[in-house]
T-cell receptor, first 113, second 113 residues
């Protein structure tokens, strides 16, 4: 089975801290995505990557950056965490586009105090 | 740009009764449509997808979905609901190009014994 692993299930950080969220997939998928999930807003796309060292902005990239140095790893970085970044963060990976499905990690619930 | 609407935040159904979770979409060209389910404190799990062909798609756990091109809908259905079906359900759409999945806001399904 495909496995998408997010490094932390729960994370508590202080305002202004630099935060790294790590995601690793074990199926050689080209495509990786970071979404954030908030009640009533569903999933919103932050950043995605279709290849190593490649990144594209999603719908809400402000305050975030990403890194993809290796195919299996896609990191989300909060440069200076703020309280409005308290959310559930979901990483996903997949092969190709079109009708190919995505595989999701279990999520990281981030609280910024 | 593609979009998805899930008009109901919450659906309540009695165990053993049929259930429907609604989804409408907007996309240029032919759509690729997906349903995902999220159980508490978990990531999203793939349920089923429509790419082309038969308008009735069968998926995991006894779920099915009906694609209706004229109404731009892709409603999720199950003939007999189980308490264990209680979860958050997301509809998603992608066009035929190289674009990420766009998700709806989610519908919380509660099946009451």
């Amino acid at each position: 089975d495909v496995k998408v692993t997010q490094s932390s299930r729960y994370l508590v950080k202080r305002t202004g801290e630099k935060v790294f969220l790590e995601c690793v997939q074990d199926m050689d998928h080209e495509n990786m995505f970071w979404y954030r999930q908030d009640p009533g807003l569903g999933l919103r796309l932050i950043y995605f990557s279709y290849d190593v060292k490649m990144k594209e902005k999603g719908d809400i990239p402000e305050g975030y950056s990403v890194s993809r140095e290796k195919k299996e790893r896609f990191s989300l970085i909060l440069e200076s965490a703020s309280t409005n970044q308290t959310s559930m963060y979901l990483c996903a990976s997949g092969l190709g586009t079109g009708g190919r499905k995505l595989f999701f990690g279990s999520g990281t619930q981030l609280s910024v105090l | 740009a593609q979009s998805v609407a899930q008009p109901e935040d919450q659906v309540n159904v009695a165990e053993g009764n049929p259930l429907t979770v609604k989804c409408t979409y907007s996309v240029s060209g032919n759509p690729y449509l997906f349903w995902y389910v999220q159980y508490p404190n978990r990531g999203l799990q793939f349920l089923l997808k429509y790419i082309t062909g038969d308008n009735l798609v069968k998926g995991s756990y006894g779920f099915e979905a009906e694609f209706n091109k004229s109404q731009t809908s892709f409603h999720l259905k199950k003939p007999s609901a189980l308490v264990s079906d209680s979860a958050l359900y997301f509809c998603a759409v992608r066009d035929a190009g190289n674009t990420p999945l766009v998700f709806g806001k989610g519908t919380r399904l509660s099946v009451i014994a």
